[in-house]
Nanobody
Framework: QVQLVESGGGLVQAGGSLRLSCVVSGMTFGTNAFGWYRQAPGKERELVAAISRGGSTNYIDSVKGRFTISRDNAKKTVYLQMNSLKVEDTSVYYC????????????????WGKGTLVTVSS
């Protein structure tokens, strides 16, 4: 049974930092790429960052230079370090498994975690 379990969300002031974790089980971790998505109230879910099985990373423009995605294959865990947080980063953050295709495009699978809420106050 595939499971992705996120943690690390919470309430933080603008300018602060959080580190999200996603512990993965039930799949061969090292052969998968992973993505962090977020969904704010009333908005569509969007891909924030992705990491390939080889460690290559991609980010949306609004988080470049502030967020860092990483993976620890031994711990079967994917991280999202979020610095210089802004009010507009407030969302539920989800972890997803998938693969990176040609051109470095991330394709998500049907496997999702339940999400962790990040609230950034002004």
């Amino acid at each position: 049974q595939v499971q992705l379990v996120e943690s690390g969300g919470g309430l933080v002031q603008a300018g602060g930092s959080l580190r999200l974790s996603c512990v993965v089980s039930g799949m061969t971790f090292g052969t998968n790429a992973f993505g962090w998505y977020r969904q704010a109230p009333g908005k569509e879910r969007e891909l924030v960052a992705a990491i390939s099985r080889g460690g290559s990373t991609n980010y949306i423009d609004s988080v470049k230079g502030r967020f860092t995605i990483s993976r620890d294959n031994a711990k079967k865990t994917v991280y999202l370090q979020m610095n210089s947080l802004k009010v507009e980063d407030t969302s539920v953050y989800y972890c997803n498994s998938g693969f990176v295709g040609s051109g470095g495009v991330y394709y998500g699978s049907r496997y999702w975690g339940k999400g962790t809420l990040v609230t950034v106050s002004s």
